[in-house]
């Protein structure tokens, strides 16, 4: 049986692209130079560490950084006039109890959080703290200057992102300072006001960098972001809940486990100058899980307990 032109030439082609993909992909680096970081994000506070003190407030950044938290992870809204505030959420009604846009409210208008917020990626589990002020992020990088921080921006709001760019270069905070955002046409424009932070990957962005592995061509491919945060797999439908359904949420779970969970794919990241930092783990078993696969990093409600993780299994972490 004589095999057909097409395959004669097509095989020896799909072998050879195999070949290159397996040796490029733990090979980066005669593809690439490496992006050397500023900081190693080991340990990132989320919303500055709103497990153990009230989220974005000041008093939550002194605990994280007692901790030893080598960055804080925060997101920015804009008051009605102009002053970039620290707030994950535009409406106030769950952290303030008052239902009111930040957007519609002064900076001095702005009400207090409550005395205890349930925390998100612990749910049955509430925050308390003294402190309980909404801050702009201005004080904040005055109060901090060399603590690195991710800020991610929601909504495309123009006004916003050019304050937060300008805020950045003002503090001399380009390298320390991390554009995050959701969506890609969002990010355009927070690179676009300041080119010359580090971004991370949003989830479009995310996706096509899954499928480009699975393909074998992101040995190939240029990546400009310089950090992958992305949530864990094993949280979902146990403390994290994207879809309203159980059914839904079990089979995200599983197919992300699948996809995300690839240490060669983490590996090949960070040999590319990629930090990898998973979101948002409050469980030793989970910290244990994204160290093993060789995260960078972890972001966590609560930096004591990662502190108290990476302590005690410092071998184990760093050899990851």
Known sequence: MTMSPLLYYALPTLGGYVMLSIFFLRRPRLLHTPWAPAFLPRLGAHRAGSGERLEHTIEAMENSMAQRSDFLELDCQLTRDGVVVLSHDENLSRQSGVNRDVSSLDFEEL????????????????????????????????????????????????????????????????EITIWASEKSSIMKKCRAANPEMPFAFTITRGLWLVLLYYLGLLPFVHIPERFFICFLPTIINRTYFPFPCSGLNKLAAMVSKWLIMRKSLIQHLEQRGVQVIFWCLNEESDFEAAYSLG?????????????HYLDNHRGSAQAS
């Open 111 to 174: 009400p207090l959080y409550k005395e205890e917020l349930e925390v998100y990626f612990s749910p049955g589990h509430f925050a308390h703290g003294s402190d309980r002020r909404m801050v702009s992020l201005e004080d904040v990088f005055r109060r901090f200057p060399r603590m690195p921080m991710s800020v991610e921006v929601k909504k495309g709001n123009e006004e916003l992102i050019n304050k937060i760019a300008g805020l950045v270069r003002h503090f001399d905070r380009n």
């Open 295 to 307: 995260a960078t990093g972890v972001m966590t409600d609560y930096p004591t307990a990662l502190r």
